[in-house]
């Protein structure tokens, strides 16, 4: 497994310690591969985040070119346009 050389700030490195002797991970080469799949997962869930937001803002924007949108004149109108699909609701 290739290996590589980090350097640490005094509070990383305590973090990794306190890591290592709470049990939790038999040595900091556990520690540094639990953060980076971690950080892994993060950006893998936010590029799915992104993307559904794009599908998202395509269809919004789709809506709005083919005129199936509604335009509202006032704060007061959009107010009582909400308030009547809540009525419905209930």
Avoid at 3 to 32: D, R
Avoid at 35 to 44: F, I, P, S, T, V
Wanted: overall charge negative; aromatic content about 8%; proline content about 1%.
């Amino acid at each position: 497994m290739p290996t590589s050389n980090v350097n640490l700030t005094t509070e990383l490195e305590k973090f990794v310690k306190t890591q290592v002797s709470s049990g939790q991970f038999n040595n900091a080469s556990e520690v540094h591969r639990a953060a980076l799949a971690a950080m892994y997962q993060k950006k893998e869930e936010r590029e799915i985040y992104l993307a559904r937001l794009r599908d998202e803002i395509g269809l919004g924007l789709n809506d709005l070119e083919t005129g199936r949108s509604t335009e509202f004149t006032s704060h007061q109108a959009f107010d009582g346009y909400l308030d009547s699909i809540l009525e419905k609701l209930d």
